[in-house]
Nanobody, 119 residues
Framework: QVQLVESGGGSVQAGGSLRLSCTAS?????MAWFRQPLGKEREGVAT???????YYVDSVKGRFTISRDNAKNTLYLQMNSLKPEDAAMYYC????????????????WGQGTQVTVSS
């Protein structure tokens, strides 16, 4: 069983920045960030392979940067120019092969870290 622990969430004003972290108990080829606003469906935000190939949902391109430290089995999400619509519970997820932006493709999830953005 792979365990994931997210951290770095908080409350910021619009235009501010946060850096989320996710530490995994072992190596996985694909690491991803999802988010779920209250009362809405979970959405894929960004994914990164062990080799550094990335994907971003259009709404965060140019503002968010996903990265990973394979030696530490740690995933990061640098979030800049935050908007109120970015507010959500952010979840880390991993899978063994082939990245996906679909929640149903992931077996292992962290507990989530809350991001609040005020206008």
């Amino acid at each position: 069983q792979v365990q994931l622990v997210e951290s770095g969430g908080g409350s910021v004003q619009a235009g501010g920045s946060l850096r989320l972290s996710c530490t995994a108990s072992g190596y996985m080829h694909c690491m991803a960030w999802f988010r779920q606003p209250l009362g809405k469906e979970r959405e894929g935000v960004a994914t990164i392979t062990g080799g550094g190939s990335t994907y971003y949902v259009d709404s965060v391109k140019g503002r968010f940067t996903i990265s990973r430290d394979n030696a530490k089995n740690t995933l990061y999400l640098q979030m800049n120019s935050l908007k109120p619509e970015d507010a959500a519970m952010y979840y880390c997820a991993v899978k063994g092969v082939y990245c996906s932006n679909l929640p149903v493709m992931y077996k292992y999830w962290g507990q989530g870290t809350q991001v609040t953005v005020s206008s």
